[in-house]
C-alpha cells in the first residue's frame, strides 16, 4: 500500500498516545476456575510504557502454563515503540489478545486469581500492542479505538525525522502482524482529542479480528476436470481466508493410476493469509499432519499428504468410501480437519481446525459414486 507520507508526518509528529493516567501496565494471571478453553487468561490493564514488554518478558519467564492464553487488554493507551515491542513479544511467544476488563473477585483471603472479564477498551497505542495476537478477538461490548498521535515533542527537522521513521516502523509491524496499513489512515483521520471506534465491518477489513463471522456453511458443487467429475465446496475462514474443499475419484487426479470404486479422494486447500513475508513457505514445513474426524472423534482418518503451492496450503488423502459415509450419516453429526501445526502458523491459514461443510454433501456424493465406478 502506497501512503501519502506528508499528511501523515504532521499526524505523527508526535510519538506518543494519549493514555489516561491510570498507572502503568500490569500484567497478572485471572481464572474463573471452570475447565474451558478461554477460562484461564493474562489480564493486562493500564497505560503501556517503556516498561511494559520488560514486565510482561519477566511475569511469562518459566510460565509454561501460560503459553497460548490469550492476553486481555484493558488500556487507554501509551507509549508507542512499547506498544509495538509489547505486540511482538506476545506474537514471539504464541499468544493471544482480547479485549475486556478484568474483574477479580477473590473467594478467600489469599486467592488472587479468581476472575471474570467484561466490557472494556483498549484505545490508542494499546490497539497495537494488541494486533500482535496470532488469534485477535474484541468481546461483546468491547472496543478498539483509534486516533492520531499528539506530540509534546519539539518542532522542526528532528520532530519531522522522528514522525517518518515511526510511520515505517508502524508500517513494517502492521504488515508483520497480517493488518491492513488502512487502520493507520483510520487512525490520521481522527484528532487526538476524539477517538474513532472501530465498527465490526472495519475491524474485519483492516484483520484488526481474526474471529471473523462467517457467512452459512458453503454448498456443494460438481464441477469437470480432465480426469472427470469432482465435486467442490468453498468456505470462508475466521481469518478472512478461503478453504477450497474437494472430493474427487481416485482417477480424477492428474497422473494417478485407476484404483478400485472403494476409495475417494479428498482435498482441503486454504489460502496462507497474513503470514509475514517469506514465511509462506516455511508454512508446509511447520504443518506435521492432519485428520479428518467427527465431533465425537470416532474413526478418525489421517490426510497425511501435506504440501504447499505458492500461497496454498494443501492437506490431503485417500478415504474409504464406507467409512467416509458412515461419518456423513451420523444424525447431528459434524466434521472437522484438524492441523497438526502451532498457534502461529495456524493463525495464517485460518486456525488449526476447520469444519468440514457438509451442507447437500450427502445428496451429491451418490451421484460422484456412479462416477468413481
Avoid at 485477535?136 to 525525522?161: C, K, M, P
Avoid at 487512525?187 to 481474526?210: D, G, Q
Avoid at 463471522?213 to 476436470?225: I, M, S
Wanted: hydrophobic share 40%; glycine share 10%.
Amino acid at each position: 500500500m502506497k501512503l501519502s507520507l506528508l499528511p501523515l508526518v504532521a499526524v505523527f509528529l508526535a510519538i506518543s498516545a494519549h493514555a489516561a493516567a491510570a498507572g502503568d501496565m500490569s500484567f497478572r494471571l485471572a481464572t474463573t476456575g471452570r475447565p474451558c478453553a478461554d477460562c484461564r487468561w493474562i489480564a493486562a490493564d493500564g497505560e503501556i510504557t517503556d516498561q511494559s514488554p520488560i514486565r510482561l518478558a519477566k511475569f511469562l519467564k518459566g510460565k509454561t502454563a501460560t503459553e497460548g492464553l490469550a492476553v486481555r487488554f484493558n488500556s487507554t493507551g501509551g507509549d508507542l515503540a512499547a506498544s509495538i515491542a509489547l505486540g511482538r513479544l506476545i506474537r514471539e511467544r504464541g499468544l493471544r489478545t482480547a479485549v475486556s476488563k478484568t474483574e477479580y473477585l477473590p473467594i478467600s483471603r489469599k486467592d488472587r486469581t479468581t476472575a471474570r472479564f467484561t466490557k472494556g477498551a483498549c484505545a490508542s497505542a494499546c490497539t497495537y500492542a494488541y494486533l500482535g495476537g496470532v488469534e485477535r478477538i474484541i468481546d461483546e461490548n468491547s472496543r478498539l479505538g483509534v486516533h492520531q498521535f499528539y506530540a509534546e515533542a519539539t518542532r522542526g527537522r528532528g520532530s519531522i525525522a522522528v514522525a517518518q521513521s515511526a510511520i515505517n516502523d508502524l508500517g513494517i509491524y502492521m504488515a508483520d502482524m497480517g493488518v491492513s496499513g488502512n487502520l493507520i489512515l483510520a487512525a490520521a483521520a481522527t484528532a487526538p482529542v476524539n477517538m474513532h471506534w472501530l465498527t465490526r465491518e472495519e475491524l474485519e477489513t483492516y484483520h484488526a479480528v481474526t474471529d471473523v463471522r462467517a457467512p452459512q456453511e458453503a454448498d456443494w458443487n460438481f464441477a469437470q476436470a480432465e480426469g472427470g467429475l469432482y465435486l467442490v465446496s468453498r468456505q470462508l475462514q475466521k481469518n478472512g481466508s478461503i478453504t477450497e474443499y474437494r472430493v474427487t475419484c481416485p482417477t480424477a487426479r492428474p497422473g494417478a493410476a485407476a484404483r478400485s470404486g472403494g476409495v475417494i479422494h479428498l482435498v482441503a486447500s486454504s489460502q496462507i493469509k497474513s503470514a509475514p513475508a517469506g514465511r509462506a513457505a516455511d508454512v508446509g514445513k511447520s504443518v506435521h499432519g492432519a485428520k479428518l474426524h467427527p465431533s465425537g472423534r470416532r474413526g478418525e482418518i489421517d490426510l497425511g499428504d501435506v504440501q504447499v503451492s505458492q500461497d496454498r496450503l494443501n492437506v490431503a488423502g485417500d478415504l474409504d468410501r464406507s467409512a467416509f459415509q458412515r461419518m456423513l450419516g451420523e444424525r447431528g453429526g459434524e466434521l472437522y480437519i484438524d492441523l497438526d501445526v502451532s498457534a502461529e502458523v495456524a493463525s495464517y491459514v485460518g486456525g488449526a481446525t476447520h469444519r468440514f461443510p457438509l451442507k447437500n454433501l450427502g445428496e451429491a456424493m451418490p451421484v460422484l459414486y456412479r462416477n468413481c465406478a
